[in-house]
């Protein structure tokens, strides 16, 4: 268990060797789905952001290096102006209050999430891969076996018979084999509108980058475009997703893959990602008491629904959602 009073002291003591001791207040900037939360230090002229990530539940000196790394080859993430790797403080860029999903809307969206595919595009062509952690078939199938323990068991309560262990078995080795097969990239892993913030320069300054890792180039693509928060028209992502395929084989990320091929991997990797998430929400609410990204779930069985419905081999398991699942929620 955190003692947030004690982590709380420890922050205030830490910046005040880092700042003028009098000059600076602390307030909640924000907190996420981890253990980490953030400060606001508003200063005279500037405001910076302060991370507390207690260790060893969280890493931020992974965060620190990657956010040198991205900064390097031009992707806006916060400088680090101080740190305590030991204790798990940083001190941060403040990017503002504006993440794109506060400013998103049908005659933005162009606009924003040009600027974000032109970042990405940065990103799965010039971030070194040598030391990212590999998304291989024993991870992915790590992240679909929260979708079975926390959402269908622990959370909706179903006992599957043995037929329906038997699909989900199917499915998930058809996504896991979906997603080897793609070209493998620097992938962020949370590439969505919550962690993408709205900034006067080079925007999008990109935060939340710390679980990085080498894996399908579709991923963070379909994390952006259908995305757990925010839905968009089927059209308008068919779009965007088909300007990024062009865009990836301008960029050499791509070689002779073609739209339709794209297409493919981009629907299954979504359906790994919001089978994943589904998971990933159901033990936040459960397990941590976090229970507001529930009302999210309605958005990701959709998307779920909507792939499977244009999906031969995922039939099956459409009808499961539809039958098993979606009354439950």
């Known amino acids: 268990m955190i003692d947030h009073?004690?982590?709380?002291?420890?922050?205030?003591?830490?910046?005040?060797?880092?700042?003028?001791?009098?000059?600076?207040?602390?307030?909640?900037?924000?907190?996420?789905?981890?253990?980490?939360?953030?400060?606001?230090?508003?200063?005279?002229?500037?405001?910076?952001?302060?991370?507390?990530?207690?260790?060893p539940i969280e890493d931020c000196g992974r965060f620190a290096d990657l956010a040198e790394q991205f900064r390097a080859v031009g992707i806006n993430t916060p400088e680090i102006f101080a740190a305590d790797r030991a204790r798990g403080f940083l001190l941060l860029t403040d990017f503002g209050r504006q993440t794109y999903l506060d400013v998103l809307t049908s005659t933005t969206a162009d606009r924003l999430y040009g600027d974000a595919l032109g970042a990405l595009a940065i990103m799965q062509t010039c971030v070194p891969?040598?030391?990212?952690?590999?998304?291989d078939a024993a991870f992915l199938q790590r992240e679909l076996a929260l979708f079975d323990e926390w959402f269908i068991e622990k959370m909706?309560?179903?006992?599957?018979?043995?037929?329906?262990?038997?699909?989900?078995?199917?499915?998930?080795?058809?996504?896991?084999?979906?997603?080897?097969?793609?070209?493998?990239?620097?992938?962020?892993?949370?590439?969505?509108?919550r962690n993408l913030m709205r900034t006067a320069r080079a925007n999008p300054?990109?935060?939340?980058?710390?679980?990085?890792?080498?894996?399908?180039?579709?991923?963070?693509?379909?994390?952006?475009?259908?995305?757990?928060?925010?839905?968009?028209?089927?059209?308008?992502?068919?779009?965007?997703?088909?300007?990024?395929?062009?865009?990836?084989?301008?960029?050499?990320?791509?070689?002779?893959?073609?739209?339709?091929?794209?297409?493919r991997w981009f629907d299954r990797m979504g359906m790994q990602r919001h089978l994943k998430v589904c998971g990933i929400f159901a033990r936040l609410h459960l397990r941590d008491g976090k229970s507001h990204y529930l009302a999210d779930l309605p958005r990701i069985l959709n998307y779920l629904v909507e792939v499977a419905e244009r999906d031969s081999e995922l039939t099956a398991f459409r009808a499961f959602l539809i039958e098993r699942v979606m009354p439950r929620i």
């Not at 990024?244 to 297409?263: D, K």
Request: charged content about 15%; glycine content about 4%.
């Open 5 to 55: 009073v004690e982590r709380n002291h420890a922050l205030r003591q830490w910046l005040t060797t880092q700042l003028h001791p009098n000059n600076w207040t602390l307030t909640p900037a924000s907190s996420d789905a981890s253990f980490r939360r953030y400060w606001r230090v508003t200063l005279p002229k500037r405001t910076l952001i302060a991370m507390d990530a207690p260790p």
């Open 156 to 193: 909706l309560g179903l006992e599957l018979t043995a037929a329906e262990q038997t699909l989900l078995t199917r499915v998930n080795n058809l996504l896991i084999a979906n997603a080897l097969e793609q070209p493998q990239v620097c992938v962020h892993r949370d590439f969505h509108s």
């Open 205 to 263: 300054g990109v935060l939340d980058f710390q679980d990085a890792v080498l894996g399908p180039v579709t991923y963070d693509l379909v994390s952006l475009l259908r995305d757990c928060y925010i839905a968009w028209p089927t059209q308008r992502v068919t779009e965007w997703a088909l300007g990024y395929h062009q865009l990836a084989r301008q960029s050499g990320i791509l070689r002779t893959e073609q739209p339709e091929q794209f297409l």
């Open 129 to 135: 891969t040598a030391n990212l952690p590999i998304y």
